[in-house]
């Protein structure tokens, strides 16, 4: 089975192209006004509907957005999957799912065991997990602070359960997290950029080469 790569903070044509070009199956689109991602609706949108061309499925990433933000989102954007990056209680992961009728993937930031079994409530609600390193003391973002979780962690799950792996990945260490975790789905953004929020389109390449590399490894060994 071949894995999802997910390139996200995507903000221009040029890093949608590079995506696309070197086999992502996602791009994620943030909506999170402290980020250097972030992104407005209307350039969002436009964005999308040439991911979608391409062949990529869109993800909306959002932190505990507000009711009216999400609906523009879903309207304007049309994304595939909604990404929350927030608080958000298992009840309003369904509440969204039910009222917009798309898939819900549930951000988790990890450190320790602990912090893993808290995808526990959302299993069966959730479709998909994304597990990414816990911030920085200091930190105002949730996600896309370039640091790496013990990848061993993922080890205690259970083979049902659907993830995607981010936090600090980046082309020069992605095989090594491949073959650590046997991870089916792969999220990156700091890892593939030249300053916060610049991505770069070699090391998006470079990224996406290499875990298509360490992919094709892995399947030759089973």
Not at 140 to 157: E, I, K, M, Q, S
Request: charged share 25%.
């Amino acid at each position: 089975m071949t894995i999802d790569i997910k390139i996200c903070g995507l903000k221009t044509p040029e890093a949608i192209d590079a995506a696309i070009a070197g086999g992502a199956t996602h791009v994620g689109f943030i909506f999170f006004l402290k980020s250097p991602r972030n992104v407005d609706v209307e350039t969002a949108a436009d964005l999308a509907a040439r991911a979608r061309a391409g062949g990529a499925k869109t993800v909306a990433v959002t932190v505990d957005a507000d009711d009216a933000f999400l609906e523009s989102i879903v309207r304007m954007v049309k994304p595939d999957m909604l990404q929350l990056h927030g608080a958000e209680t298992p009840e309003r992961v369904k509440e969204l799912k039910d009222r917009h009728g798309l898939p819900v993937m549930k951000a988790f930031s990890i450190r320790d065991a602990t912090d893993l079994a808290k995808c526990v409530p959302y299993l069966g609600i959730a479709d998909r997990f994304l597990f990414d390193a816990k911030a920085p003391e200091g930190s105002d973002l949730p996600g896309g602070n370039g640091v790496a979780f013990d990848w061993r962690l993922l080890a205690t799950l259970d083979d049902g359960i659907d993830y995607m792996l981010s936090g600090g990945l980046d082309p020069e260490n992605v095989a090594e997290a491949l073959a650590i975790t046997g991870a089916r789905a792969l999220d990156v953004s700091s890892g593939v950029e030249s300053a916060p929020g610049v991505k770069d389109i070699n090391r998006i390449a470079a990224f996406l080469e290499a875990a298509r590399a360490a992919e094709a490894r892995n399947g030759s060994r089973t």
